[in-house]
């Protein structure tokens, strides 16, 4: 699996987890497309859940490993987790 495959499905799967109904490509040439968007802690932790057994899946790597890629991913790309709402 080639890196930018691995890129467009997780942003993607973030979107859809996030629920915005956004994709990769509709973000692609946007300025600062990370600000404009949030999730939830619930939707964070899904999302990195996923995107570890993906990872691990595609790439045959340990869990271990595919985690900390999973937490580079979601330092490079991954939606800021708003605050609780009171």
Known sequence: MR?????KDLINKMFEIAQH?????DILHVEN??????MTQEQS????VWGTEYI?????LSKVMARKKMDWA???WGLTVAPDKV
């Open 3 to 7: 890196t930018e495959v691995l890129v």
């Open 21 to 25: 109904d956004v994709s990769y490509e």
């Open 33 to 38: 497309w990370f600000n404009k968007y949030t």
């Open 45 to 48: 932790e899904e999302w990195c």
């Open 56 to 60: 691990r899946k595609n790439f045959k």
């Open 74 to 76: 979601n330092l490079m």
